[in-house]
């Protein structure tokens, strides 16, 4: 018996460490945690994990973000770095920057700002000399304008 509940702890992780600060709790300065908050009231501040912040649906943050997953059904205002994603839900609205290799936005979220997924996939490809159109005419033949409809010399 002791050794199936001890296996289920090591099973499930930080999932065990949850934390609330429930809607009537207001706090401002430096928040530093493991495991998993949820933030329903209001906080003012700087917020510093490596695990996971969940903001909700009430809650309003205004400050810095540094975390491991950002998932938020709530206001935040100021700056976010989350080393694994961001997760915006629905009802979440986000004013300021979003630094996340992951992001992503629910329909009805609203953003504004920046997103930066750091540096991009993208590659150019090298360049190639392209032929002007009076050039492809003239070597294809002679260029005949089109016909418009009502053109009296139809």
Known sequence: MWEQNAKRKDN??????????????????????????????????????????????????????????????????????????????????LVGEVHSPFFSMDVGAHIQGQIDMGASPWVDEPSQDYEEVSDLARRKGKIRPLMMEGDPSQ
């Not at 065990?16 to 003012?44: A, C, M, S, Y």
């Open 12 to 93: 499930t992780g930080n999932s065990e460490n949850i934390t609330l600060l429930g809607k009537d709790i207001r706090v401002r300065g430096v928040l530093r945690f493991e495991g998993t908050l949820q933030i329903e009231g209001h906080f003012e501040g700087e917020i510093h994990t490596k695990d996971v912040l969940v903001v909700g649906e009430q809650a309003v943050i205004k400050g810095t973000i540094n975390v491991g997953t950002l998932i938020s059904s709530g206001k935040i205002k100021g700056t976010i770095t989350a080393a694994e994603k961001v997760q915006l839900l629905k009802s979440a609205i």
